[in-house]
């Protein structure tokens, strides 16, 4: 079995089993993996062989995953969250939201949110601009006539 054969193999036993961005990140976890050890002079074949069997992987990964949708802390529609009990009160439950960026919508998101912050820079530079020019000049005129 070659990097080629056990990539494939991996990713064809994670796919529609899991979260497509989980696998993906999974197959390129194993394909940079494989890569540094070759770069570190390790053979193809030898960290192949170290690795296992690709099916036995993704069994485990698939049993994780699974074993992290159980916990309470599951994650929903690519979002998780916590319930945080500090020194407050036990009656007051505090959320945290992690956005999942492997999801179509969380990259949307990040590229909303870029836009937005563009936007509000080309505001407030087009805004103060034009004041910072007026004063400018009047902070010129001012010390041009207090020389004469």
Known sequence: MNKSEFLETLRTQLSGQMQEGKAAAHVRYYEEYI???VRDGQSESEVLSKLGDP???AKTLLDTDSEADQQPHAKQQGYSYQ?????QS???KKRHYKLDLST??????VIAIAALVIVLLIFIVGTLL?????????LYLISHFRKR
Request: net charge negative.
């Open 35 to 37: 890569e540094t050890q």
């Open 130 to 138: 034009p004041i910072l020019i007026v004063v400018s000049i009047v």
């Open 90 to 92: 036990d009656s007051v």
């Open 83 to 87: 319930e945080d009990r500090g020194s």
């Open 55 to 57: 099916r036995l992987i």
């Open 104 to 109: 179509w919508y969380g990259k949307l998101a």
